[in-house]
T-cell receptor, first 108, second 114 residues
């Protein structure tokens, strides 16, 4: 079956460092992948969309890559801040299925 | 950015009653909306895909007669949980797809069935 996986349930980093989150998928490459931020008790907030023909996309301190050979997308937050602490979700564009999420904690 | 609202934000109902949750795209039209359910500390589970003017497509294991979806306009989809039971208690979240295929989520509805 087709899966989308975020292999880290939790990630703790120091303020100012770069956080890197991983999203892997199986079988065919989706036309696009999306990354979201979710805070407790709230709906996810859209961050970035990257298409399969795009290698990289940036938005302020955020960067997303899409490697169809590795079947993987990486999500980077540079110069991380405690306010970046949240759960980050990736979703496969073809069927809007989500990975389990990675809970990021940025320590001051 | 695009805004999606949900109403109510939380609801408590008695077992056996029905509850309707509304999802609206406030500043864009959405031919496709999605309904998700999320249990504590778990990811979002897609329940159904709602297309304006046609029947919803339900995911495997989701009872279409229990979770009634109506997408009557390009800005409104509703989810009705019929004959609710305590195990239906969950966080229900809708989302709407804009013309660029970017998905925007509502704030969620916390349903508690007593």
């Amino acid at each position: 079956s087709q899966k989308i996986e975020q292999n880290s349930e939790a990630l703790n980093i120091q303020e100012g460092k770069t956080a890197t989150l991983t999203c892997n998928y199986t079988n065919y490459s989706p036309a696009y992948l999306q990354w979201y931020r979710q805070d407790p008790g709230r709906g996810p907030v859209f961050l970035l969309l990257i298409r399969e023909n795009e290698k990289e996309k940036r938005k302020e301190r955020l960067k997303v890559t899409f490697d169809t050979t590795l079947k993987q997308s990486l999500f980077h937050i540079t110069a991380s801040q405690p306010a970046d602490s949240a759960t980050y979700l990736c979703a496969r564009g073809s069927d809007m299925r989500f990975g389990a999420g990675t809970r990021l904690t940025v320590k001051p | 950015g695009a805004v999606v609202s949900q109403h109510p934000s939380w609801v408590i109902c008695k077992s056996g009653t029905s509850v309707k949750i509304e999802c609206r795209s406030l500043d864009f039209q959405a031919t496709t909306m999605f309904w998700y359910r999320q249990f504590p500390k778990q990811s979002l589970m897609l329940m159904a895909t709602s297309n304006e003017g046609s029947k919803a497509t339900y995911e495997q294991g989701v009872e279409k007669d229990k979770f009634l979806i109506n997408h009557a306009s390009l800005t409104l989809s509703t989810l009705t949980v019929t004959s609710a039971h305590p195990e239906d208690s969950s966080f229900y979240i809708c989302s709407a797809l804009d013309s660029r295929y970017e998905q925007y989520f509502g704030p969620g509805t916390r349903l508690t069935v007593t």
